[in-house]
């Protein structure tokens, strides 16, 4: 069974700082898909980056970078001189191999709440 | 603005009750994904439907059921509702069986 861990419930920041959210996956399959979202206060959930189990380069998208280590099962996601529209709660998901015909779920971490403040 | 449309947007009915949820992917999009997000079971994956017919279930209650038609939208049926079926109900559309969901706004159920 698969499984996404997100350790860190809430974190408080003030604007500017650096900050890391941490991501654990459990899965038995070989291929498989991790993903971040983001809800902000609005609530919709907004897909922020999607990578397969074969592609470990971390990726940097502006302010936004993500770090894979197949090694320790782990996805972090780094925001780099956070802003207030920053905040929001932000989920890691796992979905896994997929067979034709067989579905394709995500399972979701409980997400973590991040505060952005001045 | 992801494309997925999500009607209604709030919800407030009594326990007992029926009601439908109804969702339109985003144009091009053939796999539609019905979620429950509630406090205590947070994320949770329902149904997903590609092209009319049914893929994959998940945590769905019986007294749930939902259907992708010809025009691709779908709606989520819930009935006999009950307390614990307040939550927020996303809806999400992907172009492939396994491309990446992109969500909808969601509809806010509340049943007292």
């Known amino acids: 069974a698969q499984k996404v861990t997100q350790a860190q419930t809430e974190i408080s920041v003030v604007e500017k700082e650096d900050v890391t959210l941490d991501c654990v996956y459990e899965?038995?399959?070989?291929?498989?898909?991790l993903f971040w979202y983001k809800q902000p206060p609005s609530g919709e959930l907004v897909f922020l980056i999607r990578r397969n189990s074969f592609d470990e380069q971390n990726e940097i998208s502006g302010r936004y970078s993500w770090n894979f280590q197949k090694s320790t099962s782990s996805f972090n996601f780094t925001i780099t001189a956070s802003q207030v529209v920053d905040s929001a709660v932000y989920f890691c998901a796992l979905s896994e191999e997929f067979i034709t015909g067989g579905g394709n779920k995500l399972t979701f971490g409980t997400g973590t709440q991040l505060k952005v403040e001045l | 603005d992801s494309g997925v449309t999500q009607t209604p947007k709030h919800l407030i009915t009594a326990t007992g009750q029926r009601v439908t949820l109804r969702c339109s992917p985003r144009?091009?999009?053939?796999?539609v994904y019905w979620y429950q997000q509630s406090l205590d079971q947070g994320l949770q994956f329902l149904i997903q439907y590609y092209n009319g017919e049914e893929r994959a279930k998940g945590n769905i209650l019986e007294r749930f059921s939902a259907q992708q038609f010809p025009d691709l939208h779908s709606e989520l049926n819930l009935s006999s509702l009950e307390l614990g079926d307040s939550a927020l109900y996303f809806c999400?559309?992907?172009?492939?069986?396994?491309?990446?969901?992109?969500f909808g706004p969601g509809t806010r159920l509340l049943v007292l």
């Open positions: 999400a559309s992907s172009d492939r069986e396994q491309g990446t969901q992109y």
């Open positions: 899965t038995r399959d070989t291929t498989y898909y």
């Open positions: 144009s091009g999009d053939l796999s």
